[in-house]
């Protein structure tokens, strides 16, 4: 009888262990809004992860027309049904339903839930901060919450402070590439940044790298741009890129986490990505051309423009390429056309969509942390908002 007091003594500390463990591994529920190209490799991604060793279940999908909710008891695990499932699927989509859904299980169940936006929708943005509050987590690599009005960027951040619940969004800028972690720990970690300065945009990117090269003279301008298109690198209206509203709101995310990082920050107060000053590519007789393909078309025309820069900088050993800077000792966040010599990394070590991201500090002095490589496309964009999700567990 003595005999069962050591074997209790053994069996109640296993137990407490187990179901510490139990409660610390209970899988995170993950919801997907947005199954396009980055959407749809996420998924792929996620459910590649072999079901017993995942630390996720994927629970719920959303198109912009309609939603498959599962619950946790039969979660989506098969990553070559779930498109014809989601096709099949009656329910609308509706996002306040799915709010109240997820809601119900982080109230009344006690679970773990992340919502993944991979839209570039405004309005699935604007739920970020009933989500936070509900204690849902978001990961998205979506810019519009982070780089539109203050406001919704502020009830995010107080959202998030309030309840505890997490959002991450490295996939924002430089897509999978480290820029936003690394960026976090150079400031928690009490350095200071003096300068980032970066091409920022996968689209920018391969038009300069094509049109403006060491060698002289080069393609017309028109015609890089219209190989960008053909090649899917462009949005379906090139001018969305040529405007540099893209990199704008790279910027305007970095600089409010700057800004956030510092009580002393010199750096202005961006209402939204339109406070940068940004300077745009797109003819002025073009500014209003509505139709991508009509922009094309007349492209040419403004071909000579293009070429006189070109060799402008040619004349002075320099390339020309599309740069974002961040610079907190002069206050200032810019996008435009600049002139880089031969010499330097921007000038000849990229390629294809790369990005590049240098970061002065003053630890990283004189000698900058950079950071390169492809900064487009949905293996390498989905890889970062995975990289985040995994974060959460
Ligand atoms: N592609 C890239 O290289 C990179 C992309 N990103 C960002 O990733 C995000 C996704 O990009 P990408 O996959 O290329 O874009 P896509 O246009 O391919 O996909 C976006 C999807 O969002 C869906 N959607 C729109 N509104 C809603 C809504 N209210 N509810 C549910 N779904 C909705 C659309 O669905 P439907 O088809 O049903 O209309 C569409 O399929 C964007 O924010 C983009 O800026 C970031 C870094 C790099
Ligand atoms: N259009 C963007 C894609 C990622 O944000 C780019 O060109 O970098
Ligand atoms: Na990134």
Known sequence: MFTLTPQLRLVRPTHRLLSTMTVSQKPLLVAVVGVGLVGSEFIQQLLSIPTHSSPFKLISLSSSSRTLFTGRETPIDSATSWKSKLAGSSS??????LTNKLLGLVKNEQERVAIVDNTSSENVAGMYPSWLQAGIHVVTPNKKAFSGDR????????????SGAKFLNEATVGAGL??????KEILATGDRVIKIEGVFSGTMSYIFNEFSTAKSGGPSFSSVVSVARDKGYTEPHPADDLNGYDVARKLTILSRQISAASVSSTLPELQSFLSVQTQSLIPSPLESTSSGDEFIQKLPEHDAHFSATREAAAKENSVLRYVGVIDTQQGVVKAGLEKYPLSHPFATSLGGSDNIIMFHTERYSPRPLIIQGAGAGAAVTAMGVLGDLLKLV
């Open 151 to 162: 406001s919704l960027y502020e009830e995010i951040l107080a959202a998030s402070r309030s």
């Open 92 to 97: 609308p989509a509706d996002l306040a339903d």
């Open 178 to 183: 480290p820029v936003i972690a690394p960026l």
